[in-house]
């Protein structure tokens, strides 16, 4: 399948420096922006949101603990258990791709979040060259991997 | 008043209950939080809130399900649906369904106060 065009991906970018921005007052550093090849690694706490409608495939958004530990302290959020840490991260797929459907189109339809433990992400559901961009927020890593494409 | 959160992340729920819990909005008081449309109608049929927060991305029941079904069985009660769903047409769709109020996540504290103090004065 044909991927996005990088104009599109590029709100993915937008909308993972908003929601740092807003929530935390902290400003995220985007480090690379890439097409992935093969198996991605990411890091140990993954939300997942799956699309449909004119566009199919899922979006990750993959952080170390350490990072969505901050995050829940900056909003204090004491209870660090890992049912909070991956709500949280399923939390962060979930607003990501709701901002980004904004200029993809209303008739996207996105799904409820999944959230999966495990540094492991799977890609390639929907185009053979996902879109990767890495980040810095707070000094930790994270990743957020773009695998749309159009439905057809 | 009486206040609802329904959403289905628990990190959203339990910010939305420290902000108001933080007694920026006097008035209002936390009765009960639901993390979707069905279970906040239980909530609502308990409680009989004065206000919700909604969202609108959620499992069994989502907002847009149950706004409408909120307000037949309480009519008096100020919906603001919080979402990630920031496009125009969703927000349009929300208010012409009865909702009071939009605010998009990612929202700040001081942006929901503001949100929900509009609410509290309009039902005032």
Not at chain 1, 28 to 49: K, P, Q, R
């Amino acid at each position: 399948m044909e991927s996005l065009k990088e104009s599109e991906l590029r709100l993915f970018i937008d909308s993972v420096r908003r929601y740092f921005e807003v929530t935390s007052r902290v400003p995220v550093e985007i480090t690379s922006a890439y097409l992935g090849m093969g198996a991605l690694h990411g890091h140990e706490f993954n939300g997942i949101v799956t699309f449909s409608g004119p566009l199919t495939g899922q979006v990750t958004v993959s952080l170390p603990m350490r990072a969505v530990c901050e995050l829940l302290l900056i909003q204090r959020e004491t209870k660090l258990t890992e049912a909070n840490l991956l709500d949280a991260v399923g939390e962060i797929a979930n607003t990501l791709a709701g901002n980004a459907r904004r200029h993809l189109g209303s008739e996207v339809d996105i799904s409820v979040p999944t959230t999966v433990r495990g540094p492991r992400i799977d890609t390639r559901q929907a185009c053979r060259h996902p879109y990767v961009i890495t980040f810095r927020w707070n000094t930790y890593p994270g990743l957020v991997c773009v695998d749309l494409a159009p439905t057809g | 008043m009486k206040l609802l959160v329904v959403d289905d992340s628990n990190m959203v729920r339990s910010r939305i209950a420290r902000i108001v819990q933080g007694g920026a909005l006097g008035a209002v008081t936390l009765v009960g939080m639901a993390r979707d449309g069905a279970e906040a109608l239980r909530a609502a049929r308990q409680a009989s809130p004065d206000l919700v927060t909604m969202d609108l991305t959620m499992p069994e029941m989502d907002g847009l399900a149950c706004i409408p079904a909120l307000l037949a069985a309480h009519p008096r009660t100020r919906i603001l649906v919080i979402s990630a769903l920031d496009d125009k047409s969703t927000a349009i769709r929300a208010l012409r369904l009865g909702a009071h109020g939009f605010l998009p996540k990612p929202f700040t504290d001081e942006a929901l106060q503001l949100a929900l103090h509009g609410l509290v004065q309009h039902k005032a």
